[in-house]
């Protein structure tokens, strides 16, 4: 699978649209279309924000490795009961136990 097709899986399980995704990455729905269907790379500056938006690593987007950050943040981001502050609080807090145990 490419870079393109992943983003692309992780836009639509997340129901993101392209305009969507677009305009949280400041660039156009045609933009994100063409890194979709691999027509444009990536810029690494665009990578880590597409990552970030998406909920996944960067190495899950350039080689598909999946762990716990790609299935919880998703989850989070889309549970509606949790307000933007406890959303924000526990993406926060999971991220720097990925990072800890990606270290340690």
């Known amino acids: 699978m490419t870079i393109g097709q992943r983003i692309r899986k992780r836009r639509e399980t997340m129901k993101l649209t392209q305009q969507q995704l677009g305009d949280a990455l400041g660039v156009t729905a045609q933009h994100v279309s063409a890194v979709e269907k691999d027509k444009r790379a990536p810029s ?39 307000n933007i502050e406890i959303k924000r609080a526990l993406i926060t807090l999971i991220r720097a136990i990925y990072t800890e145990n990606e270290e340690g």
């Open 44 to 82: 690494l500056d665009s990578l880590l924000r597409l990552a970030e938006e998406l909920g996944v690593s960067i190495d899950f987007l350039v080689t598909g490795k999946e762990g716990v950050i790609t299935d919880t943040i998703p989850a989070i981001r889309a549970d509606k009961k949790l």
